[in-house]
C-alpha cells in the first residue's frame, strides 16, 4: 500500500514553516529562519519544503497533498471590514496595506503554485491538490492530533488569525469540533503585545522578554488594566476599550490615550528599563494569567473533559501554563512546543489526514512530535569535512564513552559549551539540539552566558534541562516537561534563604542574589522554565546529564538556545562554529567532534555582525 504525504505549509506572516506528514506521522519540520539567517522569516519556505522532503527520500512529485495554513481571503474580509469601522481613522496604515494585498494576497494560490512548481521543477498543472485550513483549525489540529490524549478541549489563544482571536475545540478521536470563539479586535495576544511594544520591545519576537522581566516588578497597573483597558467577565470572555489602541488601523500598537493612562510615551527599542516597565510587565502578565485561568475554568466546566491542549502564541507564555497545571481543573495539560504560527503548518497537515481523508487516530502514552527533533541533522563526516575545509583544529571523533565525561568535566570547571547533535528542534525552543550549556551551580554563569555569550538583557533568564527522572527532587512539579513550556518553583530545600538586607532591594538590584543552589536557572521569584530530558528521544543529551550527576551530584544544566541576539537558532555546522567563533564559547562540540575556542585560528569577521542582529 502506497504512504500518502502531505505537505502542510505556513507562510507570509511571521515564522514561515514546512512540515511532513506520512500516513499521519510527523516526519519533518522545520522554520525557514534556520535556512535564510532571517529571524522570524516570513517568506514562502522553499528551503524548509525542501528539507523535509530530503530527510523522507521523497521527490516533489511523491506528494499527495499540501494545505496552506490559514485562509487569505477571509482575512482580507477582516481588513477591510476593520477599516470600514474604524473609517475614517486609519488611512494611513489602508494606504500601506492595501498595494501588498492587491498585488500578492489576494491571489496567494496562484502565487503559491508558482513557488511550489519551482520547486518541484514541474507545470502547476502538474501539482497535487492544494488544500486551505482555517488558521485556528491549524493551531487546534497542532496541538490535539499531536497530543497523548484520546478526548481533550482545545485551547487556541493568539493575535488574530482570520477573525479568531481566542477559539476552544474539542477534540475526540479524528474528530476536532468548534465549540466558541472570540473576534478581533478583542485579543489576548495582541493586548499583551501592546505591553511588549509599549515597554520597548519587539512586537511578535519580544512577548518573552516581557514575561521574564516580569518578576522583576510589581503588578500595580493590574486595577488600571482591568478599569480601563479591558471588559473581564467571569468566564474569562472579554472586550478590549479600542479607544487605547492603535493596531486595528493604525502603524503602532498603543496610542496617546494609552501613553496617558501610564504616565508617559512608548519606550525606544534601546532606552533604558526603568521600574515603570517592570511593573507594567508585571501587571501584564498577572492580567494575562486570571484570563487564561478563567478560561481554563469555563471551558472544563462547559466540555466536561479531563484533559486540556494548547495552542497559539499566548501558549508560549509557560508562566501562564505552570499555573494551569497546578490550580487549573484539568488532569493534564499538554502543549504543542511550535505553539505560533511554525506549527500550523504541522496542523494544516494533519487535518488533511484526520478530517479531510477521514482517517483513524490511534493515540499512545506519549505525543507525537518526536521531542520536536524534526528538522535537519548532519554526520560526523559532513562535520569533519566543513572543518577541514576552513582549517578549524578538532578532536576527531571522540566516542560517546570518552566524549560525555570529559564534557561532564569541561561543564563543571565553567566552560560554556555549544552543543550540536542530531535533528534540529522545531519551534522557538533550543531543546538539546542546536542548544548552548553551562553548569546551573555556577553563580556567574548568568552573567557570563546573558553579556559574553548571547549578548542581550542581564534580566533574561535561563532554563535548566533535567533528567526526566529527578525533575521532583528539584522543582515542584510532578510530571514531564520536555518542551520547556511549563515553569514551575524550585524546591523550598534547593533554596538559598535571602538574607535582610537583600529583601530590601527592587527591580534590577535583585539581579545578582543567588536564590539557590542553581543559582544560573533560578529566576528572582524562585521559578523556573524546566525542560525533562529522556533516553528514548533524547538518549546523547541524556548522557551528558547523567555524566554530569555522576560528577557534581547534580542532574541539572543551563540550556539556552544555540545563537546569538536577533539571529535564529544555528541549522548548520557552518552557522554553529561562526557563532562559536563569535562569542566567548569555550568549546563547541558537533556530533563527536570536539573543539576548543583556545586551539582555533583567528577569525576573520565579515562586517560588523552586531550591528546587523542589533535590533531584536
Known sequence: MMTTQILGISAYYHDSAAALVSDGNITAAAQEERFTRKKHDSGFPANAVKNCLADAGLEFRDLDFITFYDKPLIKFERLLETYLAFAPKGFRSFVAAMPVWLKEKLFLKDMLKRELAAIGDMAIKELPPILFNEHHKSHAASAFYASPFEKSAVLCLDGVGEWATSSVWLGNGNDLAPQWELDFPHSLGLLYSAFTYFTGFRVNSGEYKVMGLAPYGEPRYVGIILDKLIDLKDDGTFRLDMSYFNFATGLTMTNDKFAKLFGGRACSPDSTITQREMDMASSIQAVTEEIVLKICDTVHRELQTDYLCLAGGVALNCVANGRVLREGPFKDIWIQPAAGDAGGAIGAALTTWYEYLGQPRQVRGTDFMAGAYLGPRHSNQAIIDYLDAIGAHYVQQLDDDQLMPELADILGNENVVGWFQGRMEFGPRSLGGRSIIGDARSRKMQSIMNLKIKHRESFRPFAPVV?????????????????????????????????????????????????????????????????????????????????????????????????????????????????????????????????????????????DWREEFALD
Not at 541 to 570: A, D, M
Not at 593 to 601: F, R
Request: negative net charge; charged residues 30%.
Open 467 to 607: 533528567k526526566c527522572e529527578k525533575v521532583s527532587e528539584w522543582f515542584e512539579i510532578d510530571r514531564k516537561s520536555p518542551y520547556m513550556l511549563l515553569v514551575a518553583p524550585v524546591k523550598e530545600d534547593k533554596r538559598r534563604e535571602m538574607t535582610e538586607e537583600e529583601k530590601q532591594l527592587f527591580g534590577i538590584e535583585k539581579l545578582n542574589i543567588p536564590r539557590s543552589e542553581i543559582p544560573a536557572v533560578t529566576h528572582v521569584d524562585y521559578s523556573a522554565r524546566i525542560q525533562t530530558v529522556h533516553p528514548e528521544t533524547n538518549p546523547r543529551f541524556y548522557h551528558l546529564l547523567e555524566e554530569f550527576e555522576k560528577k557534581t551530584q547534580c542532574p541539572v544544566l543551563v540550556n539556552t538556545s544555540f545563537n546569538v541576539r536577533g539571529e535564529p537558532i544555528v541549522c548548520t555546522p557552518e552557522d554553529a562554529y561562526r557563532c562559536f567563533m563569535r562569542t566567548e564559547m569555550d568549546y563547541l562540540v558537533m556530533e563527536n567532534v570536539l573543539l576548543a575556542k583556545a586551539d582555533q585560528p583567528e577569525w576573520q569577521e565579515q562586517g
